[in-house]
């Protein structure tokens, strides 16, 4: 007996989000119940969907993969210009998923500052058409009656803080439609009210400063657990607490106190360079090289932040101060 399935009407102005494709059979197989989540369209319509997938918008957290996870996950699509462009390649598959989010202090870069959202952490998603502005509400504890917190952040730039939901809707015998919800656009869902999860919670570790390169944003980000992120020759991730600069030196995140942006040398990025023993030099940032006996590229830099992660891509950054020894 097939699974029931929450029928929806026939989609025309009602439906002011969504893109109808009828497609498959009667003969398609089984699938599990999957959570719902609550979609009110353009038109202040509710509707209850199942079976949903969220095909834009969102990226794998690679580093979390498990170990055993042979499937080599794909470098992150290129960024989009704020004016349009070509739609993003096909999202990695490994590791858990998260919305990929720019708070209104990601600053004003193309490839600027991501706060990553674990899916199950993610509660809702609010847009506002007039004010082209999107509030997310996540949760930040380990219950799912936990406390949240909201993030803001702008949809009038192509392809930023927008999603697209898709789910298969049993219209009878017509077929099954496959429908797109869309976030943040101009004709898109007013919000979408994710299930409720228990979130596993990692150490946040210790604390750290970070300041980003934008005239406009003088305040320093605080995230936890600061670390590299490196993306190996055969598109894995990876966390190391390791720094590698020109030539050889290697360091541990630990026995720096501060790096202070010092300008570029052609493509190479200096870094003013103050160590925990009151030695300071200026170094060349390594964007290549080698760690445990993999080659590597550096992605940015990556912190725990209560909604998740933040992860600062190298030209983002004017200066860390990592946490003290205590």
């Known amino acids: 007996m097939r699974t029931p399935r929450i029928l929806l009407p026939l989609l025309g102005a009602a439906l002011g989000a969504a893109l109808l494709t009828c497609s498959v059979t009667a003969d398609e197989p089984k699938k599990a119940d999957a959570p719902v989540v609550i979609i009110v369209d353009a038109n202040g319509k509710e509707h209850k969907v199942k079976g949903w997938k969220i095909t834009a918008g969102t990226r794998r957290l690679g580093w979390l993969a498990p170990a055993d ?8 699509p290129p960024p989009q210009p704020p004016k349009g462009g070509k739609a ?3 999202k990695g598959t490994v590791g858990p998923e998260a919305l990929a989010f720019r708070e209104d ?4 870069f193309v490839d600027g500052v991501l706060t990553l959202v674990p899916l199950d952490r993610l509660r809702e998603l609010d847009y506002d058409k007039e004010t082209k502005t999107v509030t997310a509400t996540v949760a930040t504890g380990s219950k799912k009656d936990a406390a949240t917190v909201k993030l803001h952040g702008a949809t009038k730039f192509q392809g930023v803080n927008r ?10 015998e017509l077929g099954v439609a496959e429908v797109k919800f869309l976030g943040g656009a101009d004709t898109g869902v007013k919000s979408i009210k994710f299930p409720e999860h228990e979130v596993a919670l990692e150490n946040m570790g210790k604390m750290s400063k970070i300041t980003v390169a934008d005239k406009m944003q003088k305040d320093p980000h605080t995230v936890y657990g600061l670390q590299a992120l490196y993306r190996t020759a055969d598109g894995r991730e990876t966390v190391s607490p390791i720094l590698m600069f020109k030539k050889t030196i290697k360091l541990d ?5 501060k790096l202070t942006s010092a300008g570029m040398e052609g493509t190479d990025l200096t870094f003013t360079v103050s160590l925990k023993d009151g030695n300071e030099e200026t170094l060349t940032l390594m964007k290549t090289g080698k760690l445990n006996d993999k080659d590597v590229e550096l992605v940015g830099f990556l912190g725990k932040v209560k909604a998740g992660y933040k992860l600062y891509p190298i030209h983002t950054v004017t200066s860390i101060e990592f946490a003290p020894d205590v």
């Open 69 to 76: 996870d042979k499937e080599p996950m794909p470098k992150d």
């Open 88 to 90: 993003p390649p096909k």
């Open 105 to 108: 202090d990601s600053t004003t």
């Open 163 to 172: 999603v697209t939901l898709e789910a298969e809707i049993d219209k009878g």
């Open 253 to 257: 995140v630990a026995k720096i106190n």
